[in-house]
């Protein structure tokens, strides 16, 4: 079984830029999440799609992160413009039916991204 | 007080001895527990989950529910260099949240031959 995937896995840009992330989830899971890992912490809910549609985007930066989730199955997360603090690793999730017991969230590889 | 919380680290323990890690979550209503490990540059690995009051064994691995006091712990007995790594405690809170996980900060073991 094919795991998530995400790329690019390095990017680096001027703030101010703007940088998208792809995600491609485990064939079948109808949840994928997006976590900021910020050096040293641990990972920080972004949003939650449960299909295509958003279950929890309370901790999204909305006037510079947006992110889609098109068909149900890849999703986007989109920053712009950047700024020096989004430097982190972006990682993204999936899991069967939308986590609870016995709900398992795979990781994919993440994307670490440098904003100078 | 953060929600989910790990004892401080890092944790340096000898080859071959257990390995305890703590974590304590603030929201009463939370029905999922987890034990992640993520090696450097890597990304979170799951290792153990547990969902009732009491321990629950996987090879070397122990976890540890104790929802009255809201806490949570992972043991690693016969800890191996290869168990060096960041270990998170995540919490599945219920309600609105349902599947929201929250992590700790981590706690990095290190096992020294």
């Known amino acids: 079984e094919a795991g998530v995937a995400q790329s690019p896995r390095y990017k680096i840009i001027e703030k101010r830029q703007s940088v998208a992330f792809w995600c491609n989830p485990i064939s079948g899971h109808a949840t994928l999440y997006w976590y900021q890992q910020i050096l040293g912490q641990g990972p920080k809910l972004l949003i939650q799609f449960q299909n295509n549609g958003v279950v929890d985007d309370s901790q999204l930066p909305k006037d510079r992160f947006s992110a889609e989730r098109l068909k149900g199955v890849d999703s986007t997360l989109k920053i712009q413009p950047a700024k020096l603090e989004d430097s982190a690793v972006y990682l993204c999730?999936?899991?069967?039916?939308?986590?609870?017991?016995?709900?398992?969230?795979?990781f994919g590889p993440g994307t670490r991204l440098t904003v100078l | 007080q953060k929600e989910v919380e790990q004892n401080s680290g890092p944790l340096s323990v000898p080859e071959g001895a257990i390995a305890s890690l703590n974590c304590t979550y603030s929201d009463r209503g939370s029905q999922s527990f987890f034990w992640y490990r993520q090696y450097s540059g890597k990304s979170p690995e799951l290792i153990m989950s547990?969902?009732?009051?009491g321990d629950k064994e996987d090879g070397r691995f122990t976890a540890q529910l104790n929802k009255a006091s809201q806490y949570v712990s992972l043991l690693i007995r016969d800890s191996q260099p290869s168990d060096s790594a960041t270990y998170l405690c995540?919490?599945?809170?219920?309600?609105?949240?349902?599947?929201?996980?929250?992590f700790g900060q981590g706690t990095i073991l290190t096992v020294h031959p």
């Open positions: 995540a919490v599945n809170q219920g309600g609105t949240s349902y599947g929201k996980l929250t």
């Open positions: 999730a999936s899991s069967q039916r939308g986590a609870g017991p016995g709900d398992t969230q795979y």
């Open positions: 547990i969902y009732s009051n």
